[in-house]
């Protein structure tokens, strides 16, 4: 990725130079900087008001609860976790967590659970299924309020910048499903290959 970011600024560079546009490419680099701070700072009120109410709903105790909720789906699908480990835990509130949209809680308890899932399935180095099923459940990021893309609507002037959220559910219940299903299905054949 570091090599692409840098291969797209010095191609445009070579580019403008042959065709004569340097003038053109220097305006645009200067004007779309601009933007680029106008939209970040636009988008920090919204995304601090969305995180500051999540963080109200953590402290509350909607994560634990969503988490006890959802506890039994976990059990289901992470295949020899026995139930009330620490592991199901961590599963269960990281899964929460993203559903609230508090993504900066939600990593140390994704990587908590990535370490706990490493420990049970003794990993040598290589990912169990079950790590990459939590891999792709965070990957589909099922989200009551996707903040962000809200965010960037509302920088846009969208004026009704939630009006997306039906859409947003059913892809991302969509996705999760289909992530889900592909990660258990070629999980079954990796293991019959191996035997």
């Known amino acids: 990725m570091k090599v692409i970011l840098l291969i797209i600024p010095i ?5 403008a130079a042959v065709n004569g546009k340097m003038s053109e490419l220097s305006s645009s680099i200067i004007s779309k900087s601009g933007e680029a701070v106008e939209l970040v ?3 920090c009120g919204v995304m601090c008001f969305w995180c500051g109410l999540m963080k109200v709903a953590e402290r509350a105790g909607l994560t634990e609860k969503l988490a006890k909720l959802i506890s039994p789906v976990v059990c289901a699908l992470f295949r020899g976790l026995p139930r009330g480990s620490r592991a199901v835990g961590l599963i269960t509130m990281n899964l929460a967590a993203n ?10 308890l994704g990587i908590a659970a990535m370490r706990e899932l ?32 809200a965010a960037l609507r ?33 999980g079954h054949f990796a293991r019959r290959r191996k035997k």
Do not use: H, R
């Open 11 to 15: 191609l445009s560079l070579i580019f």
């Open 41 to 43: 700072i636009s988008l």
């Open 99 to 108: 559903i609230l949209g508090l993504g900066n809680a939600s990593t140390p």
């Open 118 to 149: 490493a420990d049970i399935g003794q990993a040598d180095g290589n990912a169990t299924d079950n790590m990459i099923l939590l891999t792709v459940l965070n990957t589909a990021s099922l989200q009551i309020i996707p903040a962000t893309a």
């Open 154 to 186: 509302s920088a846009n002037g969208a004026e009704n910048p939630f009006d997306i959220l039906p859409c947003v559910w059913i892809v991302s219940v969509y996705a999760a499903v289909v992530a889900v299903l592909a990660a258990k299905i070629m």
